[in-house]
Each structure stands twice: as structure tokens, then as C-alpha cells.
């Protein structure tokens, strides 16, 4: 069985802007593993390691990873973002970039029959 290595990018606050598995990541410069496991949520950490999408309905990061954690963000941190942008355009494009990769991975799953139980 292969082990696969979760990595994410976290931005200056700790906020968490990119997850990602070593199954699909072939530079690991910028990333930061946190896990590593057999399982598809492993495998596929970009859309099965957290319960809930990296960003809100209003595109506000949701996660920040402390102290080896990676933690929920209260409402009152997500307010404070959206009042003032966190994130450089680079930043958002690479942001952009693992979303649509997540995307990808997300239909590749889907046709394949993949499920988060796996």
C-alpha cells in the first residue's frame, strides 16, 4: 500500500490557502506537510482531508494551521478578512490554480467512483 503525504501553503496569518497530497505535488518548495496516511483522504487531501472547503461562501480562507493543528477560524477572524484583502495576487492566482486542480481531481474521483469511505 502507498503512503501518501498531505502538504498545504499557508499564507503570513497561518491561514491555510492551498492543500494538496503527494500524490499529484511533484515541487514540494512553499508546502509544509502536516500528514501522511493510506487512505484516500490521504490521496486525495484536496477535497476529503477537511470537512468543510478551504474557503467560505464569500471566498474568506476557513482554515489556519497553529501550533501543529490545523484549526477552524472563528467567524470573528473570517470578518476581520473581509474587510481587508489578505492575500497578494499572487497569492490569489496560486490560490486560483489549486482550486481548479482540486476541481479536476474532484471529477477524476467522480468518474472513477472514489468515495471519502475509501
Known amino acids: 500500500m502507498e503512503t501518501f503525504t498531505v502538504w498545504i501553503k499557508t499564507d503570513g496569518a497561518g491561514c491555510i490557502t492551498a492543500?494538496?497530497?503527494s500524490a499529484f505535488?511533484?515541487?514540494f518548495e512553499g508546502w509544509q506537510q502536516i500528514d501522511e496516511g493510506y487512505s484516500a483522504k490521504?490521496?486525495?487531501a484536496q477535497v476529503l482531508y477537511l470537512p468543510l472547503p478551504l474557503r467560505d461562501e464569500e471566498g474568506c480562507l476557513r482554515y489556519?494551521?497553529?501550533e501543529g493543528q490545523i484549526l477552524e477560524r472563528t467567524a470573528e477572524e473570517m470578518a476581520a478578512?473581509?474587510?481587508t484583502p489578505s492575500e497578494t495576487p499572487g497569492e490569489?492566482?496560486?490560490d486560483i490554480e489549486s482550486r481548479l486542480t482540486s476541481i479536476e481531481q474532484q471529477l477524476e474521483m467522480l468518474l472513477e467512483g472514489?468515495?471519502?469511505d475509501e
Do not use: E, W
Open 19 to 21: 492543500i494538496n497530497s
Open 25 to 27: 505535488l511533484t515541487a
Open 42 to 44: 490521504h490521496q486525495h
Open 64 to 66: 489556519r494551521y497553529a
Open 81 to 83: 478578512d473581509k474587510q
Open 92 to 94: 490569489a492566482a496560486g
Open 114 to 116: 472514489v468515495t471519502a
